[in-house]
């Protein structure tokens, strides 16, 4: 099995596959009784074992946080056997936090009991990547937190993987997060034998045996909506006024009556409210008028939770948000439906 630089591959398959033993001899802390591993051309059995793990980032369920240490010492550790200077930890500690979306100032003192199951897995990941390796093992590293926060975090692992192009070899035993982050799946069966190795895409349209077909599971049709991300179809738009704008041209723009709402951003586009006619005829600012944006999905989040978003908010259609957060368009269910009709027909299936 040959894993692509930069590239995200997820082993899938029943519990005690050996997926985690599989994990665990990519950074030998088991050693394979036969076969070799190559990382880069290099045999990993001849590479210290220590120089090899730092290599290599390491993040499993909960984080896998050491309980005694605040969330700082946690990240800190791989880079303080390499012997960092304090000052370099500590600003490598603060950026890591940022980046996986942790205020440093807020969370670098606590201890992981004092953080909620997502806020503890985001630790994880910065701590597996603060030294920088470019491999990376995930294993189920979001098997523990509700399905909400599980969908913002793998939203957030492909917004930091689209930056930093690991190579990541990321467990699962759930089909549907296998086909949402994996550039290719690998379909695992007993023993870990590999019963397919493909992309989501060709895995879903054919399944290589009945025990694969069984992991894809029903309702195949709708699940295509799991391969396509919001970012790759083509979304509505409205008008979209910045917060300190005036209100005359909203106004203007809201008599088109195919438009009878805008949306008011800040002053980094994200997006805050939904203004109409209504809300403006008595406002002078924009500041105040209008309702909360409640349903937003990012334009990495796949079709299927573009749909669950629609039917949570109970709306016909959904802001878009690009990777700072930031306004991208619309999506509706119209376009969902005219997705899955396209797909249809170019599967030569009856509509
Ligand atoms: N290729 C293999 N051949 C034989 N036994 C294996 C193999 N891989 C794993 N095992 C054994 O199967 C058990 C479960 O493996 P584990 O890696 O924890 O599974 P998973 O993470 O897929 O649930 C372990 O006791 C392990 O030693
Ligand atoms: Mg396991």
């Known amino acids: 099995m040959e894993i692509p630089a930069g590239e995200v591959v997820v082993l899938v398959g029943p519990s005690g596959?050996?997926?985690?033993?599989?994990?665990?001899?990519?950074?030998?802390l088991i050693e394979p009784s036969s076969g070799t591993i190559t990382i880069d051309g290099h045999d990993t059995a001849g590479v210290d074992p220590d120089r090899l793990r730092r290599g290599i980032g390491y993040s499993v369920q909960q984080g896998g946080?050491?309980?005694h240490l605040t969330v700082a010492k946690n990240v800190a550790t791989v880079p303080g056997l390499l012997g960092w200077d304090r000052k370099r930890i500590a600003d490598r500690v603060d950026e890591m936090l940022t980046l996986v979306g942790l205020d440093p100032g807020t969370f670098r003192g606590r201890y992981p009991r004092?953080?909620?199951?997502?806020?503890?897995?985001?630790?994880?990941?910065?701590?597996?990547?603060?030294?920088?390796?470019?491999?990376?093992?995930?294993?189920?590293?979001?098997?523990?937190?509700?399905?909400?926060?599980?969908?913002?975090?793998?939203?957030?692992?492909l917004r930091l993987q689209a930056e930093l192009r690991k190579t990541i070899v990321f467990v699962t035993h759930d089909f549907a997060e296998a086909v949402k982050l994996g550039d290719r799946i690998a379909v695992l069966g007993n023993r870990s034998r590999i019963l397919q190795y493909d992309t989501p895409g060709a895995i879903l349209a054919a399944p290589a045996d009945d025990t694969v077909a069984g992991f894809v599971g029903s309702g195949a049709g709708v699940r295509q909506l799991t391969l396509t991300r919001v970012g790759e179809v083509?979304?509505?738009?409205?008008?979209?006024?910045?917060?300190?704008?005036?209100?005359?041209?909203?106004?203007?723009?809201?008599?088109?009556?195919?438009?009878?709402?805008?949306?008011?951003?800040?002053?980094?586009?994200?997006?805050?409210?939904w203004v109409s006619k209504e809300h403006l005829a008595h406002a002078d600012s924009l500041s105040e008028v209008g309702d909360p944006v409640r349903e937003t999905v990012s334009d990495r989040s796949t079709l299927q939770e573009a749909l669950e978003a629609l039917l949570t908010g109970q709306?016909?259609?959904?802001?878009?948000?690009?990777?700072?957060?930031?306004?991208?368009?619309?999506?509706?269910?119209?376009?969902?439906?005219?997705?899955?009709?396209?797909?249809?027909?170019?599967?030569?299936?009856?509509?």
Request: charged share 20%.
């Open 17 to 28: 596959c050996g997926k985690t033993t599989t994990m665990r001899m990519i950074n030998r």
């Open 65 to 67: 946080l050491f309980p």
């Open 114 to 157: 004092q953080l909620s199951g997502g806020q503890q897995q985001r630790v994880g990941v910065a701590r597996a990547l603060a030294a920088d390796p470019p491999v990376l093992l995930m294993d189920e590293p979001f098997g523990a937190v509700d399905p909400i926060t599980r969908g913002l975090l793998q939203d957030e692992l």
């Open 234 to 273: 083509e979304l509505g738009t409205c008008p979209v006024s910045a917060v300190d704008e005036p209100v005359e041209p909203v106004r203007a723009a809201l008599d088109d009556p195919a438009q009878p709402w805008a949306l008011i951003v800040d002053d980094h586009r994200r997006p805050l409210r």
């Open 315 to 351: 709306a016909a259609r959904a802001v878009v948000t690009g990777p700072a957060g930031e306004y991208a368009g619309l999506i509706t269910v119209d376009t969902l439906i005219a997705h899955l009709a396209e797909v249809r027909a170019g599967a030569g299936a009856p509509a």
